[in-house]
């Protein structure tokens, strides 16, 4: 299973953006995708997931709920981040990551870990 992120860019706060990780691979639908994001000098942080049976299946760290939508379409075996209102806190690296069925906030808990996609936002 690979995963390819992107959608990343540069932006003023107030803007949005959209992310998507196309899925490649056995049984690709199969799989919870979630995102995770790390900011210069801080620790990997859980931003989002969504189970293998879509959007009845979601979590979302407290920082980014009411501003970010996860979702996924597995027709095209793509997961995506809409991430509105975006503010300068949100500048990171973000990556995406698989794992069968079930979402987890825990970044191990995945087995596949796609690159990331920088997202800055400025003041």
């Known amino acids: 299973v690979q995963l390819q992120a992107s959608g990343g860019g540069s932006v003023q706060a107030g803007d949005s953006l959209r992310l998507s990780c196309v899925v490649t691979?056995?049984?690709?639908?199969?799989?919870?995708i979630a995102w995770f994001r790390q900011a210069p000098g801080k620790e990997r942080e859980f931003v989002a997931a969504?189970?293998?049976?879509?959007?009845?299946?979601?979590i979302y760290a407290d920082s980014v709920k009411g501003r970010f939508t996860i979702s996924r379409d597995n027709a095209k075996s793509t997961a995506y981040l809409q991430m509105n209102s975006l503010k300068p806190e949100d500048t990171a690296v973000y990556f995406c990551?698989?794992?069968?069925?079930?979402?987890?906030?825990?970044?191990?808990?995945?087995?596949?870990r796609g690159q990331g996609t920088q997202v800055t936002v400025s003041s």
């Open positions: 990551a698989a794992r069968a069925f079930l979402p987890s906030r825990d970044w191990v808990a995945y087995n596949y």
């Open positions: 969504i189970g293998w049976s879509g959007a009845g299946n979601t």
């Open positions: 691979g056995r049984a690709a639908n199969n799989y919870a």
